[in-house]
């Protein structure tokens, strides 16, 4: 089906954070699957792991116990919530489906079926699933797919004022990510996150954080909501979770858990042996000692990088944003980076994103932006 805007090139093999397409030309992946090659490619421990358990078993169903999953729920709890529980699906739009539901839920069984609204913000993608769609408020992704789901309001993001306007007495959660990713690379205003986390107490409604594209290191910690000062009730997880490898999360507090009994909700594949054996290698890389901070560092290292060759980047970490003067066709950059050897993405309104392999080093860096810097150059990137 013609649903993607492909590009002319078919990937043979990948090395850390190069690609080689078919005739043995070498790319430098800033976009790593869209923040999803964690470790990049062909990482040896992650390689021989999957190799390994392939061999052994890929896939029993979730009526049996199935040991790397609870040891993966063990890690990831132990370095979020300390007293929660986490739910394993394949993908970041069914782990927002997943939060949705289990917001519901939760207020459903303590005997307030009115409580059932979920408020997002403009700007946020959720993803393309009739629940994470409807969340998603930006319209052009809702065309053609209309009526959609009852019970999403939408407030404007980092608008105090718009977002009391759209509290009722019937929300039960408020959905967001503190740094929009398919927006445009966007972070939330520190002041508007504390009066999301004051109302939030103050009338008894749940926060809901997607960290599908933020979390796993993405941002210089394991989460980005451990940058701010607050605890969400209900995590959203997946794309570099394992690597490469589909997998989804939900990461919810114990109480809110309860709320998911058996029979209440599912998934066939999630949290399959061979996506378990992965995200354990990933986590453990990732919470090594010092990857993170220098996943950080990395970060500051790289925007620098982009602001002497003239751009305002922004975002934490290894996830940046680069919106390009008017006059610049950000389609057109990445086009021609492409042909000069170079991955770059798109986000938002003309915005550059970069969210490399967190295994990139300084000296990769600068290859990627001396590229860049040429591409930046050339006559034919103008509108």
């Known amino acids: 089906m013609e649903n993607y805007s492909r590009f002319n090139i078919s990937f043979e093999r990948g090395e850390g954070v190069f690609l080689y397409d078919e005739s043995g030309k070498k790319y430098i992946d800033m976009l790593a699957g869209i923040a999803v090659n964690t470790l990049g490619y062909a990482h040896p421990e ?45 993908s970041g739009a069914e782990s927002n489906e997943t939060a949705i539901k289990l ?40 065309e053609g797919f209309k009526p959609l789901l009852q019970g999403i309001r939408y407030a404007e993001f980092n608008n105090v004022e718009s977002l009391l306007e759209n509290i009722t007495e019937n929300t039960a959660a408020i959905m967001f990510e503190l740094i929009q990713g398919e927006g445009g690379v966007n972070p939330i205003d520190k002041n508007f996150l504390k009066k999301i986390v004051e109302i939030s107490k103050e009338k008894d409604i749940l926060i809901i954080v997607d960290e599908v594209q933020t979390g796993v290191g993405r941002t210089g910690k394991l989460y980005a909501y451990q940058h701010f000062n607050f ?65 950080e560092e990395k970060g500051k290292y790289l925007q620098d990088k982009l602001k002497k060759i003239g751009l305002n980047p922004r975002g934490i ?24 050897g170079l991955i770059l993405g798109m986000a938002g309104k003309n915005t550059l994103r970069f969210v490399p392999p967190l295994i990139i080093n300084y000296n990769e860096i600068d290859e990627a932006i001396n590229i860049l810097e040429n591409v930046l150059k050339m006559e034919d990137i103008h509108k």
Do not use: W
């Open 46 to 90: 992650l390689s021989e792991v999957i190799c390994n358990q392939a061999k052994k078993l890929i896939h029993v169903s979730n009526l049996f116990r199935i040991k790397p999953q609870e040891e993966v729920a063990e890690i990831l709890v132990k370095n979020t919530f300390n007293d929660g529980k986490v739910f394993f699906c394949n």
């Open 231 to 295: 605890v969400p009730d209900i995590i959203t997880s997946a794309k570099g979770l394992a690597g490469g490898v589909p997998v989804g999360a939900v990461i919810a507090r114990s109480e809110i858990a309860k709320a998911f009994t058996p029979g209440s909700h599912g998934s066939t594949f999630g949290g399959n042996y061979l996506a378990m054996v992965a995200a354990k290698v990933v986590l453990k890389n990732v919470l090594k000692e010092g990857f993170l901070k220098e996943v």
């Open 103 to 142: 917001a519901r839920k939760y207020f459903y069984d303590r005997g307030y079926p009115q409580k059932y609204e979920i408020l997002t913000f403009t700007g946020g993608f959720h993803g393309r699933t009739l629940g994470s769609l409807t969340a998603t408020a930006q319209p052009k992704y809702h």
């Open 317 to 340: 970490g290894l996830m940046i944003g680069c919106p390009l003067p008017d006059n610049i066709d950000a389609k057109k950059v990445v086009e021609r980076c492409l042909d000069n």
